[in-house]
């Protein structure tokens, strides 16, 4: 018998968290979302088919079961719940409209007809278009289609609707992934109308199914948009995802925080248990026991026992253990199979190539024939691309069957065996359908557990992945590391040390300077490696961001003396950068010109990093013209490496520039920026791109939004612990507070600035700024004053001082106006 179809038992905490979730729902302004949250096996589906059966009539509901590979295209489930939700009495108008006009767009080739157009039969719309159409074979243009409900709807009001609809009007200008959304929002638009007078409850089972490896941090690589995009306009109602992980997607947008509530599911307790085996017929007392403590509360394991049981009684008298469960559960496959399949309960994904691989090293059959054999059993469990994974509740009993040595062995070839497909990925200009860097986390997985992988192999293949991928996969590969390194408490300390690097090299893409200085707090650590040498660099730069400029400074000293190579670069690209900030010009352009020389034409990255770093210094040095040529030339270099945190950064530092030079397409190249920087999670370079929407907007006059965008600054450059660019964030705030006639307050946010400057250790330049506006407003502030003489001797500007200051004069009138 299906487990879905026994009787249910147990789980009143999540019953109560659904009871009080569909009490608030249909009176929320906004989406809500209750993640059932539990392993494989644990009854998720079940209960979400008893949460349907509970619901009151009052309640329109719709499932969608994410595990029917057709579900997980957005059209198709989109379909689905246009059915189920019109079988109930919603009237779906002017999606059944844009759906389509999306059909006729994927299907030119096809006359639009009855027999062949979407919910021709179901929408009364579509039904009465296309009869009075009378054959004619295209007509599927939203403009045509609105035309036709003249004569096609009498109720006055749907017409009218579907008429003066703007997204229906706009419909045939967008490109298909836009007229994509539009179906999306089309739908969802018109089930919260409908809520109104009867609220909806969405089920939707194996979100996993969608997002087979979600990324640390909450992150995919957007299967599950079009998900997050339909979910996040559903008002009026409740949906209820079930999930083997928490849902993330706070990663995407702090919002989604707010909207779900989480409700775990555990294993049944004892009594559910046994009240589950009585009602299955297995009432002797001893036996019962005996399962359901195999069982550790997890159905999948009882309902294996209940099956076994139905098919003959006696065989389970010695079941008392997990293990004895799954053999039954295998004894009708073949011992070859049996086999592979605990050589492949190593692999946490594996193809047809990684079956053959395995089968060949250890001469067992790897056809055709039996792949299909195997992949056809329901602990085989499908991913995209023809991938597969194996029930976890399987892994452990068939892993426990193999001896350490074999263990090592299957590991090692996986290791090779992933390090093919990197290179095969490659060579694809699509990455082979799934994320190009996936394969260099395998890699690395299996090279920690054959014990054949040093720490600067793990930084290497990090390297690649970030190359590859971006910092999701460096996360990924920091996770195995921890958790490789949590189960040997006596393994290699430099793994240990090659985890906290590149976890603090992650944290720091992020701007979360406090989190790596707590990981790395020792200021004096020697740099006799590679690894220690680069995490000494990124505690370095946490420090630097924190305002510990001195301390970080010295840092840099140490690596760039006491190393060579690539490490020696990145250190001697990093002194460079502080001196910058410290006020000499003249040390770091030549620093950094040093640093660019030892670049070849691989370091693509680095390059364009020293170019990007000679563009800030002409920026602080007002030399525009310049700024703007070096900005072109290092968004150059980083498009030839693909890199996207260098070319996310360069669109900041443009809104930035431009904040001077063009205000209005700053304020478009900011909003860009913010984009760019929330999808990676970089919370400076996010208070950074505030900061130069807020400086334009000054500009431009409209202060209100300046104030608001400064406000995003603080926020943003707050969490990030980014004492510096704060600062500099008061500063030009000062300004704002100038024009709006706040003297006091402007005065006030002057000497803030200036004191962080000092205090940090950077920027004599805007130090002599801050006077200067200081004395525009006929203020002699002695302290400003005494900051600006000191910030004076620290200055070696290119030019002369008298230059610069003169040019200071210039940007203080872009931002006060003319003094006088």
């Not at 992933?418 to 082979?432: I, K, N, T």
């Not at 498009?639 to 904040?659: S, V």
Request: proline share 4%; aromatic share 8%; charged share 25%.
């Amino acid at each position: 018998m299906s487990a879905l179809q026994r009787q249910f038992f147990n789980r009143e905490a999540v019953l109560t968290a659904y009871d009080e979730a569909l009490q608030s729902a249909a009176r929320a302004p906004e989406p809500r979302i209750l993640n059932i949250v539990g392993i494989g096996g644990i009854g998720k589906s079940r209960l979400l088919q008893e949460l349907r059966n509970r619901t009151d009539h009052g309640f329109r509901t719709a499932r969608l079961d994410l595990q029917i590979p057709a579900l997980r295209q957005p059209e198709d489930a989109l379909a689905v719940l246009r059915t189920e939700f019109g079988a109930q009495g919603v009237k779906f108008d002017r999606f059944d409209i844009a759906y389509a006009v999306l059909w006729q767009r994927v299907h030119p080739q096809l006359r639009m007809d009855r027999s062949n157009a979407p919910f021709a039969e179901e929408s009364d719309v579509l039904s009465k278009i296309l009869d009075d159409a009378m054959g004619f074979p295209v007509f599927g243009t939203a403009a045509g289609l609105v035309r036709l409900t003249d004569r096609a709807i009498s109720n006055r009001h749907r017409k009218q609707r579907i008429k003066s609809d703007p997204t229906l009007q706009d419909l045939d200008n967008l490109s298909n992934a836009e007229l994509g959304y539009a179906v999306t929002y089309l739908l969802a638009e018109e089930l919260r109308e409908a809520s109104r007078e009867r609220p909806f409850v969405l089920y939707v089972d194996a979100y996993e199914a969608l997002v087979p490896t979600p990324l640390p941090g909450g992150k995919s690589f957007g299967a599950d948009a079009w998900l997050r995009d339909l979910l996040g306009q559903l008002h009026g109602g409740l949906t209820v995802v079930a999930s083997r992980e928490r849902l993330q997607w706070a990663a995407y947008d702090e919002d989604w925080a707010r909207v779900i509530r989480y409700a775990p599911v555990e294993g049944l307790p004892m009594a559910a248990r046994l009240d589950l085996l009585t009602a299955a017929g297995i009432t002797e007392r001893r036996r019962q026991q005996s399962i359901a403590t195999a069982s550790m509360g997890v159905p999948f394991y009882l309902h294996l026992a209940v099956d076994t049981y139905l098919e003959n009684p006696a065989q389970l008298e010695t079941a008392r253990t997990s293990e004895h469960i799954v053999q039954r559960f295998l004894q009708h496959v073949a011992p070859d199979e049996v086999r592979i399949l605990e050589l492949l309960s190593v692999a946490r994904t594996f193809d047809f190539a990684a079956f053959q691989t395995l089968g060949k090293a250890f001469s067992l059959p790897a056809h055709q024939l039996t792949w299909e054999s195997l992949t056809a059993y329901s602990f085989a469990y499908p991913l995209a691309q023809g991938w597969y994974r194996l029930h976890q509740l399987m892994v452990a009993a068939l892993q426990a069957h193999l001896s350490q040595a074999v263990k090592q062995s299957v590991h090692a070839r996986l290791r090779s065996y992933w390090e093919e497909v990197v290179e095969r990925f490659g060579r694809l200009s699509d990455g082979g359908g799934i994320s190009r860097s996936s394969p260099l986390r395998e890699a690395v997985y299996h090279g920690l557990h054959a014990g054949s992988l040093t720490a600067e192999q793990v930084h290497h293949y990090a390297d690649r992945g970030m190359a590859m991928g971006g910092r999701q996969a460096v996360d990924g590969i920091v996770k195995d590391l921890r958790d490789y390194l949590a189960a040997r408490p006596g393994a290699d300390r430099s793994l240990r040390e090659a985890a906290d690097c590149l976890e603090a090299e992650s944290l720091l893409s992020l701007g979360n300077a406090r989190a790596v200085i707590d990981l790395a707090p020792e200021v004096d650590r020697r740099v006799d490696t590679v690894v220690s040498a680069r995490l000494s660099l990124a505690a370095a730069n946490a420090r630097r961001i924190a305002g510990e400029s001195g301390t970080a400074a010295q840092m840099f000293q140490q690596v760039w003396e006491e190393q060579d190579g690539p490490v020696r670069i990145s250190a001697g690209f990093c002194l460079a950068d502080i001196k910058m900030w410290q006020g000499d010009f003249v040390g770091a352009f030549g620093l950094a010109e040093d640093v660019y020389g030892m670049c070849g034409a691989d370091k693509r990255v680095i390059r364009a990093d020293v170019r990007r770093l000679l563009h800030l210094g002409h920026r602080f040095l007002l030399d525009f013209d310049s700024a703007d040529a070096l900005l072109d030339e290092a968004e150059a270099e980083y498009r030839q490496a693909d890199d996207p945190f260098g070319l996310a950064n360069i669109r900041t530092n443009r809104a930035e520039l431009w904040a001077f030079t063009d205000p209005e397409a700053a304020v478009v190249e900011a909003g860009a920026a913010l984009t760019a920087q929330r999808e990676l999670g970089a919370q400076h370079e996010i208070g950074k791109a505030y900061t130069a929407m807020a400086m334009a907007q000054t500009r431009l006059g409209e202060f209100d939004r300046a104030a608001s965008s400064f406000l995003g600054a603080y926020s943003a450059l707050d969490r990030a612990g980014y004492r510096s660019g704060r600062a500099r964030a008061d500063m030009f705030r000062a300004f704002l507070l100038s024009r709006m006639g706040e003297r006091e307050e402007t005065m006030s946010t002057l000497r803030r600035a200036t004191a962080e400057f000092v205090t940090c250790d950077v920027y004599p330049s805007l130090i002599l700024a801050t006077h200067q506006a200081a004395l525009r407003l006929g203020e002699d502030d002695p302290d400003l004053a005494a900051a600006a003489l000191r910030a004076r001797a620290d200055l070696r500007p290119l030019g002369t001082l008298d230059a610069l200051e003169r040019r200071t004069g210039d940007m203080l009138t872009l931002f006060l106006g003319t003094p006088g």
